[in-house]
């Protein structure tokens, strides 16, 4: 049996940026992905073409001026 961990603030606003970039994607993390490290460096997991950390950040960053 597992336990559902929820996802922290920053580990969403990443996977909405993901699918933002391509819905097609499939990915999962491995622990943590909050930084630019976690995202490149084994964090994640991609099943698909990886999105690139620069169109991730960007789709945040255009998220986050939308919200305000």
Request: aromatic share 12%; no cysteine; net charge neutral.
């Amino acid at each position: 049996m597992s336990n559902n961990i929820p996802f922290s603030q920053r580990e969403l606003d990443i996977i909405r940026a993901v699918k933002k970039a391509d819905p097609n994607a499939k990915f999962s993390f491995n622990g943590r992905v909050v930084n630019r490290f976690d995202f490149l460096y084994g964090g994640v997991k991609w099943e698909t073409n990886p999105v690139s950390w620069e169109q991730v950040l960007e789709n945040i960053l255009e998220s986050k001026s939308n919200e305000s």
